[in-house]
């Protein structure tokens, strides 16, 4: 003898929104607002993940292209000045820089260390203050032949004199 299962009469009155043939309701048909909410819903989900797949392609393919169109849509907020050339341009490795007028040529003694770093030190006289490495040509003392830092100080040594910071120990 077989039995049939029945359902509990607390769950007979339940039914499920989602039936075997898909998202059927058979208690109520679909509006028109319905409709138009389901469709732009799925206009939107696919308008986005074409977009993303447009701007990946693009930003792969050319990674750079975001960024010229943003500043090719900037204004320049600089004057439209109309500028020209005198003449040929001489090229030089060397900056333009000013020539330095002395009542007379500092000496050895005129000299003080203010900082040795890596290669390259800072000297000072009263009147000047200069950025030198070795091979620079310094007025009063030549050509800088060692720089030479410790922790106590350091010495500078070029053609004329060596120059000790104060704190540094004498060999």
Same mark, same amino acid.
């Given at each position: ?13 339940v ?5 075997g043939?898909?998202f ?5 048909d ?9 469709l732009?819903s799925?206009?939107?989900?696919i ?19 975001? *960024? ?11 004057d439209?000045?109309?500028t ?12 333009p820089a000013?020539t ?8 050895p ?9 890596q ?5 000072a006289?009263?009147?000047?203050l200069?950025?030198v490495?070795?091979?620079s ?7 800088? *032949?060692?720089?030479e ?11 004329k004199?060596?120059l ?5 120990p004498?060999?």
């Amino acid at each position: 003898m077989s039995e049939v299962a029945s359902t509990p009469p607390e769950f007979s009155s339940v039914r499920l929104p989602f039936t075997g043939s898909g998202f059927r309701n058979p208690d109520r048909d679909w509006s028109v607002v319905d409709w138009a909410i389901a469709l732009s819903s799925v206009t939107l989900a696919i308008s986005s993940a074409g977009f993303f797949s447009w701007s990946y392609v693009v930003s792969t393919k050319s990674p750079d292209y975001f *960024q010229q169109a943003a500043i090719a849509r900037m204004s320049p907020k600089l004057d439209q000045i109309e500028t020209g050339s005198v003449g040929e341009a001489v090229q030089t490795d060397a900056m333009p820089a000013p020539t330095i007028v002395r009542d007379r040529e500092p000496t050895p003694s005129d000299y003080q260390i203010v900082m040795i770093f890596q290669d390259e030190a800072l000297l000072a006289t009263r009147e000047e203050l200069m950025r030198v490495k070795v091979g620079s040509v310094v007025p009063g003392l030549g050509t800088v *032949q060692a720089i030479e830092g410790g922790s106590l100080g350091g010495t500078v040594t070029a053609d004329k004199a060596t120059l000790r910071s104060v704190s540094a120990p004498d060999p």
